[in-house]
């Protein structure tokens, strides 16, 4: 896929600090460490709306590690804990 | 001639308004009961559409797929495939959309066309979605999708009429011919390219304007902020067991006084002897002393429905996620543990939220140590009885704080339960992912509420009359047989079967203060925690006669050392004192080996807190 957004380095959405506002350039499940296999988070992540493409902003942190946050995805409010949104590459 | 029954289902997104619209159709013409096998709640309602059909609609439990990661997920899947045991396949499947937020429905649909079932796309919440400004092209939709779609406002009288009329209009036309299934799990390329699909289409058929609904940004702002959001919630959970304790007060004592007005009356009617017995000390007084509890219980659920219609439940396990996650609990596992504050068995049953297998078995074990509705009545009999209603440090009240102290104590002990569990049982353990929609405030809708709340009481009493009826009955009847021999100068109930059973337990329970009173009421308790105290009540009635059923309070003051009754009260934050709730733990993890375990930590702590409360109280000089 082209990046459209070459200014902006990647980063993972799972290091983004509060009012980050970006576009998901892909998923990359393995780099999450998260308690579920690769396959079941990225099809969670998909059916939850973080697809390429997305627009995303982060609203909300947690007050112990500023984890988890809340994500606006397009149109609908999402939380999700830091270590599996690393898993949503976004610039 | 007569139409076969129309089975309709109703499929969606959580937050999609499926149940509005469901309560919106049926009213309280439902059904509640659950799937075979397994706790999911299955609700199924029943109405007539405009021409005349007997429809049965079933509300399926909300899910963003069909690949079942959850009993709740698979029962929805297993019943649109037409494969639940027991279950009729549905003639029609309802998809149902929050027309604001239509990106994972229209995916889900995409997925549910593969099953071949009739289906219809219901735009639901097309008002609110017209106010923001979002503009469908419904036919359009229609076509793209190749499927019919209808809007409707679910909170409205009129507002499921186009909804009606096309069901009549397709359920006229429902061939038989047969249904090709072609539905298998999608692999994580087609679900990106079912989403693409549905993104598609929503960009040919829908004009979203760049205009977020402003309120629940406004109210997030407050109610996500990291302390701020914090102090919310300490105060909606103050003001809500505020309510459960205070606002509760004057209907419970008009309901005890009615019950007691009725016992009199039996009483004064009927001749002396077993039947007026039976009638007043067993049944009245037993079933009486446990529907005192209504009030409560329905007070509790309608704070829940509330928050939970409005969309806070989320936000508030967004909130306690992290803090949670220390004593190794989910963030989900807030509201099952809030619920069990109402009652463990709700509570064990809203589990089911919680997809890992390992916390959702970690809350079920510690929901039975919140101080549940049930532990009220004993614990305010025994505090009223014995601890004096002064006022420490000028303003607290020490019955007040005695209470506060018996909730702390239960949830601190069920924090370290967990901790424990995590520590050593689950050790292996990574964090399961938490990943929850936040969906848009709504205005919570007064007679959805109603309906739920009603169903909730209704639940309630079934129990109250059956379960908790027949426990008394035999608890009366242990109590008042054998009779006493002719010429007995002690009280009758030393001479029946309840005494030789609670003399029998009573070594056992001797180095916890308890006396064999005790020990016959524990066994009813079983059935019920409250029922104790109707049994302490039924127990002393037969033996002191009327006046000291009346003055129970009075009685335990006078029978039972100050160290016995603060050893009953560190026995009640413990025990494992409910059938009921044990039952549901066998059901929900399927396996008798927890139940067991739960049985059994339980019984332990709360024998090892009563030994330690009975001998210090005693060696301070309440013995």
Known sequence: ?91 | MEAPLLHLALVGTPNSGKTSLFNALTGSRQKVANYPGVTVERKEGFFVTPLGRQVSVVDLPGTYSLRGRSPDEEITRDFVLGKASGETVPDLVLCVADSTNLRLTIRLLLELKRTGRPMILVLNMFDIASRRGITVDVERLAKELGVPVVTSIAVRKSGTADLLALTDEISAKLAAEPRENSWRALSVAELRATQREADRIIADCVSLPARPDTWTARIDAVVLHPVGGLIVLAAILFVMFQAVFAWAQPLMDLLNNGFDALGEFVHATLPAGLLQSFLQNGVISGVGSVIVFLPQIIIIFLFILLLEDFGYMARAAFLMDRIMGGAGLHGRAFIPLLSSFACAIPGIMATRVIDNKRDRLTTILIAPLMTCSARIPVYTLIISAFIPARDVWGFINLQGLVMFGLYAAGITSALLVSFLIKFFMLRDYAPAPFMLELPDYKMPRLKSIAIGVYTRAKMFLHRAGTTIFSMMVLIWFLASFPQPPAGATEPAIDFSLAAIIGKALEPLLAPVGFNWQIAVALIPGMAAREVAVAALGTVYAIEGGKEAAEQIGQVLATKWSLATAMSMLAWYIFAPQCASTLAVIRRETGSWTWMAVTFFYMLVLAYAASLLTYNVAVALGAG
């Open chain 1, 1 to 91: 896929m082209t990046d459209t957004n070459d200014t902006r380095s990647r980063i993972p959405l799972g290091l983004a600090q509060r009012g980050y506002i970006g576009v998901i350039q892909h998923l990359s499940a393995g780099d999450a460490g998260s308690a579920l296999s690769d396959i079941e988070l990225e099809s969670r992540l998909i059916e939850l709306g973080f697809v390429e493409g997305a627009r995303v902003e982060v609203l909300h942190e947690g007050l112990v590690g500023r984890d988890p946050i809340a994500v606006r995805v397009d149109n609908i409010t999402i939380a999700i804990r830091r270590r599996e949104a690393m898993a949503i590459i976004v610039a």
